[in-house]
């Protein structure tokens, strides 16, 4: 009798389970106007509760100096404001130079913050990822890095409309690039050339960086340093499909068709896999963990075969795990260089397979090459904290013309 019960209660849950199931993904589909709150997830506010109109942003509180980071409000053609932090270089100040800081109104450090970022040997313009704002604490560390490569590298960080202490919209694809482009004009109106400015995104932002360059390059001619993403995918239906947060595609995953028809029920795009190849002489970098399990790393390695394929002008094949396929041969610091003959790109292998770096072959001058970086024991948020990313990084900025130290 007991057990009875029992398997009743449980078909019971069974069929709530797939029904509720069922009607929130029609849901979906006849209300596609909510599908953004899923995709930004930009009502989950953390951290919460940050002073974003103190004279440092709020910043100190995450490690920065005082008198380091500014906020900034930008407005768009679209009238949305939105809030983006300036962070300056990290070099070391004099402590003369600290001390006035205490004492400054703001005025004059608008003044102080305007002329460095006027001799910016670099600026990283950073598009985050969903859910959180700019101060989430793996991007604030990311900003740490970046801060400290090359000479006099600035970082601003901006959050789109809906997030942070920019005006409360609901994000969309349209809404989102309006915002990547107000970005881009307001670091560039302060004086700094386009030619010194990286596109940096992660994971939802690698869709922002990736159409800002694509439509950089295809409406106004322009080419930027750039283009660095992290744990990027191909395309936001793609990316939804295997989205381990929010299952909710996984049913279809393994059949082939309904994926496709439940892919094209996505009403937002952010279709990297094409724009990259649209991206004119843009330098291409790409980090993938390979322990990301929310965005897989295929899509980093679809990204930079259509990246490399557009540049070359043919078709660059599936890339290889497999070092017997290479011609390796050991070099310096016990790093393997390898070349697959006829593939247009190389790669390099670090000790303990740390890392699989694939270079693509210089063409046209050394402008358009396209790197990926497979991170052996990275996670989604988590490539920041490898050396390793640091290293290469430091590599590619100095091989697209970097200033150091
Ligand atoms: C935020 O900072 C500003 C400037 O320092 C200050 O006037 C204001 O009271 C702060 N707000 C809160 C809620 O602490
Ligand atoms: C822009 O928005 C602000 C409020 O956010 C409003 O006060 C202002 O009138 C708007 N301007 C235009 C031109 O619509
Ligand atoms: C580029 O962005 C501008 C401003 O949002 C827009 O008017 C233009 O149509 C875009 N071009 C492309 C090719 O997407």
Do not use: C
Not at 281 to 297: A, K, Q, S, T
């Amino acid at each position: 009798m007991r057990r009875a019960n029992k398997g009743l209660a449980l078909i019971r849950f069974a069929v709530y389970a797939v029904s509720s199931y069922a009607v929130f993904l029609s849901a979906l589909v006849f209300f596609p106007e909510f599908q953004p709150h899923l995709i930004y997830i930009n009502w989950l506010r953390v951290p919460w509760g940050v002073n974003w109109s103190n004279m440092d942003g709020g910043a100190t509180e995450f490690g920065f100096l005082a008198g380091t980071v500014r906020t900034v409000k930008m407005t768009t053609p679209d009238n949305v404001t939105l809030g983006a932090w300036h962070i300056l270089p990290s070099i070391k100040v004099p402590q003369s130079v600290r001390i006035a800081v205490q004492d400054e109104d703001e005025v004059s450090r608008d003044r102080r913050f305007t002329t460095e970022l006027a001799s910016a040997t670099r600026v990283f313009l950073y598009f985050h990822g969903n859910a959180g704002n700019r101060a989430t604490y793996h991007r604030t560390d990311f900003y740490k890095m970046l801060q400290k490569i090359g000479e006099r590298s600035h970082v601003v960080a901006v959050d789109y409309r809906g997030f942070g202490d920019s005006d409360r919209h609901v994000p969309s694809e349209r809404g989102v690039q309006i915002d990547a482009v107000t970005a881009f004009d307001w670091v560039t109106a302060q004086g700094v050339d386009a030619s010194k400015i990286v596109l940096v995104g992660h994971s939802l932002g690698t869709g922002v960086a990736t159409w800002l360059a694509h439509n950089l390059t295809v409406s106004r001619g322009i080419h930027g340093a750039g283009l660095l993403l992290l744990a990027a995918y191909a395309s936001m239906p793609d990316a939804a499909l295997g989205y381990p947060m929010m299952p909710l595609l996984w049913p279809f995953k393994h059949h082939p068709d309904i994926a496709e028809k439940a892919k094209s029920l996505v009403g937002e795009k952010w279709d990297s896999a094409n724009n990259i190849k649209q991206t004119g002489n843009w330098p291409v970098l790409l980090l993938h963990g390979r322990g990301d399990y929310e965005i897989l790393p295929w899509q980093s390695r679809a990204l930079f075969r259509n990246a490399v394929s557009a540049r070359y002008g043919r078709q660059t094949p599936e890339l290889s795990k497999d070092l017997s396929e290479f011609d390796p041969t050991r070099g310096p610091d016990d790093v393997i260089v390898s070349v697959k003959p006829n593939a247009n790109y190389q790669v390099r292998i670090y000790p303990r397979n740390e890392g699989w770096l694939y270079m693509s072959h210089p063409v046209k001058g050394d402008s358009g090459k396209v790197w990926y970086l497979d991170v052996l024991h990275a996670g989604h948020n988590s490539l920041g904290k490898f050396q390793i990313v640091d290293d290469v990084i430091q590599e590619w900025e100095a091989s697209i013309g970097g200033v150091h130290r």
